[in-house]
């Protein structure tokens, strides 16, 4: 184990955010990675527990604590992760890939950070609309607010709602 | 070796920092929710704390604001250790009177340097520091005040501290900290040894849940003469032994007590403020400068013992013709804390009258 972040009760911590609230939450995930609850088609909802809410305005100020909750994944804008593996999956953590930088727009929020991308060129169409995933890995992450943009958020891994997606920029590998 | 107090909800973070900081050879408790941890810590008194943020009950922010508004945890390195790991939430951590911050994502073994780093040096003042309190008149709370005063010597300076009530008989010390003496200060000094050890002294002790240790007064009413050429070479080790020694002494200047003065670094005279007490005060100045004793040495503290009539300050002042340390407010507390066995400091550390000994303390041995 490498951190003290996952533990053996197969809990992951993460942040949620929608258009106006981080919700720093944990989701049982087990054995999977959270990419691949967030994958899962049985359901449309992500059932989460210890839930802290924050603002977008004043995200270090917690104002709700609740122990259980289910946020719609439709509704989720991105989840920041502490840990990069988290946003991967199980099925593609091998592949070789190259970082390709990016620009996401997403409502209330522009995303820069890499993507793991193959050899051949970029095609943006094929990446939000062919794969079986919703939430599209973006590593090296910086979000920052469009309205407020002090409001900042950074780390290793984000996962993307595709379907919140307005504009997607990169650059060919 | 640090003792550590950590708290977090998650079971398994709780055991995997355990076992790391006792590998390191901390003694290590554990806590699942920050009200009770700060119940633990006031009775552990650690020294560091490492404190989750996402908790049921209260948060690891509020956690580190209520444990900072007690005097015994104002120096007490508090880690906030969170899967929140934005720059605000640092920010927010600090803000809310964290040391430091680490993310969740850091490994075990890198946590553990990173908290041996912020662990406190040895900032402990220099070794036998005595301080002797008394007054001349009685019923101005000497004895509240000594024992109060221990106790935030403890908590603040997390060292050796004693509480040597010299009353040959009768003294209230102990049932101020709520213990039950097997032994007394008239048993000690009646042992044959010309010079005291700690060997000869420890068995005469009662350990207090806030680390004080008390050499109490006898109990029981005795006509046995108080041998006071005993006294002397007692404090003496009693110097070498503690870091602090706290001594609530007799208020008359008459012996056994006078030869105790001498040997005293500070000298805490109580007095209330009303004319007798001044005009006793006034006396006790007049025989401590007849002592010899280095007029610098000597402090003043107003406590203020009824609520009501008191005289002003300035007026308490002039008449002594000396500055008046401190003065500790009225408070109705006291007397439940004398009643239960729990002093005021432990009882209710956020009152007036505790913070003042709180900052007393800290003037004394700044």
């Known amino acids: ?142 979000a920052t607010n469009s309205l407020m943009p002090t409001v900042k958020f950074q780390g290793p891994m984000a996962l993307v709602n595709k379907t919140k997606v307005q504009v997607l920029c990169g650059l060919n590998p | 070796m640090a003792h550590i107090l950590i708290i977090d909800d998650d079971q398994d973070i709780l055991r995997l920092l355990e076992f790391s900081f006792k590998r390191s050879g901390h003694s290590v408790s554990i806590s699942s ?21 996402m908790m049921p009950k209260m948060t690891g922010y509020d956690f580190c604001k209520q444990a900072r508004s007690k005097p015994q945890f104002r120096e007490t390195p508090i880690v906030i250790f969170s899967a929140r790991f934005q720059p605000i939430d640092r920010q927010t ?26 662990l406190p040096k040895n900032t402990a003042p220099t070794l ?42 009768g003294g209230h010390a ?36 806030s680390g004080v240790q008390l050499l109490a007064s006898l109990p029981v009413f005795s006509e046995a003469v108080f041998p006071k050429n005993r006294l002397e070479p007692l404090i003496q080790c009693l110097k070498s032994t503690f870091d602090f020694t706290v001594l609530d002494v007799p208020h008359l200047l008459e012996s056994p007590s006078s030869p105790v003065v001498a040997l005293l670094d ?19 100045l ?24 008191s005289l002003p300050l300035q007026t308490i002042q002039k008449v002594v013709k000396r500055p008046v340390l401190m003065a500790v407010p009225f408070e109705p507390e006291m007397v439940r804390a004398a009643n239960s066995g729990k002093p005021l400091l432990l009882a209710n550390p956020q009152t007036p009258a505790a913070a003042a000994i709180g900052k007393l303390v800290d003037t004394l041995f700044k």
Not at chain 2, 33 to 53: H, M, R, Y
Not at chain 2, 93 to 118: C, F, H, M, N, Q
């Open chain 1, 1 to 142: 184990m490498n951190t003290v972040r996952r533990t053996s009760s197969g809990r992951v911590t993460a942040d949620f955010f929608t258009s106006s609230y981080r919700f720093s939450a944990s989701i049982i995930v087990y054995k999977r990675r959270l990419v691949d609850v967030l994958a899962d088609r049985m359901t449309d909802y992500l059932d989460i527990v210890d839930i802290y809410i924050s603002r977008i305005n004043a995200p270090g100020d917690i104002i709700a604590t609740y122990q259980k909750g289910s946020l719609v994944k439709n509704e989720i804008i991105f989840i920041l992760l502490s840990d990069e593996s988290e946003g991967i999956s199980k099925e593609r953590f091998y592949t070789t890939r190259d970082d390709i930088p990016l620009f996401i727009s997403v409502p209330s929020f522009e995303i820069l950070g890499q993507l793991k991308w193959g050899t051949k060129e970029l095609d943006i169409k094929k990446l939000l609309l062919a794969d079986t995933q919703n939430f599209l890995p973006v590593s090296e992450v910086t």
């Open chain 2, 33 to 53: 929710n920050g009200v009770q941890a700060l119940t633990q810590a006031e009775i552990e008194n650690p020294d560091l704390i490492i404190c989750d943020v």
């Open chain 2, 93 to 118: 951590a600090l803000d809310a009177g964290a040391t430091d911050y680490l993310a969740k994502t850091v490994a075990p073994d890198v946590l553990v340097s990173r908290i041996e780093e912020l």
């Open chain 2, 128 to 169: 036998g520091k005595t301080v002797g309190l008394f007054s001349m008149k009685g019923g101005t709370g000497v004895t509240s005040l000594a024992v109060n005063l221990a106790i935030a010597l403890k908590l603040v300076h997390k060292t050796s501290t004693i509480l040597a009530d010299l009353a040959s008989v």
């Open chain 2, 174 to 209: 102990a049932l101020m900290l709520g213990v039950r003496p097997t032994s007394s200060l008239p048993k000690l000094l009646s042992t044959d040894e010309p010079n005291f050890t700690l060997e000869m002294i420890q068995p005469h002790l009662v350990d207090h849940s």
């Open chain 2, 266 to 284: 500070k000298i805490i005279l109580v007095l209330s403020p009303d004319m007798p007490s001044i005009q006793s005060t006034v006396i006790a």
């Open chain 2, 286 to 309: 007049q025989g401590l400068a007849r002592l010899g004793v280095d007029e610098h040495k000597i402090n003043l503290v107003v406590n203020q013992i009824v609520p009501h009539h």
